[in-house]
């Protein structure tokens, strides 16, 4: 039994979203009654239940509309973009689930038509990318949208959504006068739900097309750029800035050298020699299978790599997997970071491990920001305190640009 799902993955995807609490994302006893709906049913009652819920909050945004009352519907579309993101979880892997798309498409709907209802309208964006674009969102700063000021850019990691980052940080980077252009990139929402496009290691790449849009954005003070990542952003973000001198500043949360470094420690742990395990996706068979069986047997690791791992990177065997997950570490590049960085670390959260190593690698101007468990925000990305992690992360970010 989780905090308030019956089932603990279930409970870790739905709990998330009381991490937006603070930004108008959902009230605690919508969540609850989320839970109760689903009770032991498991994850066809889980994603029913919130997309229900999100079906009655568009309903009501609707008939609020209709009575002239734009705040409040403006309210009510955001939130539901946060309940239909809930469903989506468990429908994760390849093929993509014709109900997934369904829902994601829910949510966008809804998402967009709360942005339109802003003050200043946000409407949905593109920037291009090769033969597609990447979906993208300029949420100006709050009471200053028509001003030259600094940007923030939010970079998502291997299963949010925009408007998770909206409510995860975007909202409060506005209120404290940041533009925020937020984005789906490759093996990213709509990259990856729409396009089947898989996630890439050289997020220097995909940051360069995004700076280059930015520069064009007359509201934006080209000297002021910041990028942030979070989850497996903490990863990209920081691999983005070793190879875009254009950033101002860095934010990873949390600082997270690869993806695959709790995968060495199980093939030593299976049998592998240090040395056969510094490159996973050359294991012996024989360990490789040890890892399915494991695997197979735990619902947390079966969803984590055969759902969404493999999904994301565009694979279909372990193999492979490990193979495409060493290209994306910080070996040789944490050095050529040269902005300010400040990278985070959760006391209870397995991916902070190497935060420090990464925070040992840097040369440049670096900051390491411990998060506990006695401030409720020990655990990953700190969602149960995640103001917290805000009003930290921009502390230090208006030193850094003098905000």
């Not at 009230?27 to 994603?47: K, W």
């Not at 789906?184 to 709509?190: E, I, K, V, W």
């Not at 985070?344 to 040992?360: G, Q, V, Y």
């Not at 655990?379 to 970010?397: F, P, T, Y």
């Amino acid at each position: 039994m989780g905090i308030l799902f019956e089932d603990d993955l279930l409970d870790d995807f739905g709990t998330a979203a009381l991490g937006y609490i603070p930004y108008g994302g959902a009230d605690f006893g919508e969540v609850q009654a989320v839970a109760r709906a689903t009770g032991d049913g498991g994850d066809d009652a889980y994603r029913l239940a919130w997309t229900a819920a999100a079906d009655r909050m568009v309903a009501d945004a609707q008939a609020t509309l209709a009575k002239g009352k734009r705040a409040s519907a403006r309210d009510q579309f955001l939130r539901a973009s946060v309940f239909y993101n809930g469903a989506l979880h468990p429908l994760y892997g390849a093929p993509t689930d014709p109900r997934l798309l369904a829902v994601f498409r829910q949510e966008i709907d809804a998402f967009d038509r709360g942005l339109a209802l802003l003050d200043t309208p946000v409407p949905p964006m593109s920037i291009p990318f090769g033969d597609l674009s990447m979906p993208t969102y300029l949420l100006p700063a709050a009471g200053h949208e028509q001003q030259v000021g600094p940007l923030l850019i939010l970079t998502n990691g291997y299963d949010a959504t925009i408007p998770d980052m909206y409510f995860a940080s975007g909202v409060a980077a506005s209120r404290r006068g940041y533009h925020v252009l937020m984005f789906d990139g490759p093996g990213q929402g709509a990259m990856l739900y729409e396009h089947g496009i898989a996630l890439r290691p050289d997020w220097e790449t995909v940051m360069s097309a995004v700076m280059d849009f930015a520069l064009t954005l007359p509201i934006v003070d080209p000297s002021r750029i910041a990028l942030m990542g979070w989850s497996l952003g903490g990863h990209l973000a920081p691999r983005a800035a070793s190879g875009e001198p254009r950033l101002a500043a860095l934010i990873a949360d949390p600082g997270l050298w690869s993806i695959v470094g709790r995968f060495r420690d199980v093939a030593v742990m299976l049998g592998a020699t240090p040395e056969e395990a510094a490159d996973l996706g050359e294991l012996d068979q024989a360990i490789l299978d040890k890892m399915e069986y494991l695997v197979a047997n735990d619902r947390r690791m079966r969803w984590n790599l055969r759902q969404r791992g493999y999904w994301v990177h565009g694979v279909d065997n372990l193999r492979d997997y490990l193979r495409c997950a060493e290209q994306f570490t910080m070996e040789g590049r944490a050095e050529r970071i040269t902005c300010p960085t400040l990278l985070t670390l959760a006391e209870d959260d397995a991916l902070s491990a190497s935060a420090p190593a990464l925070f040992e690698a840097l040369r440049c101007p670096k900051t390491l920001l411990r998060f506990t468990a006695a401030e409720g925000a020990g655990g990953h990305c700190e969602m149960m305190n995640r103001s917290l992690l805000n009003r930290r992360a921009l502390d230090w970010l208006d030193d850094c640009l003098q905000n």
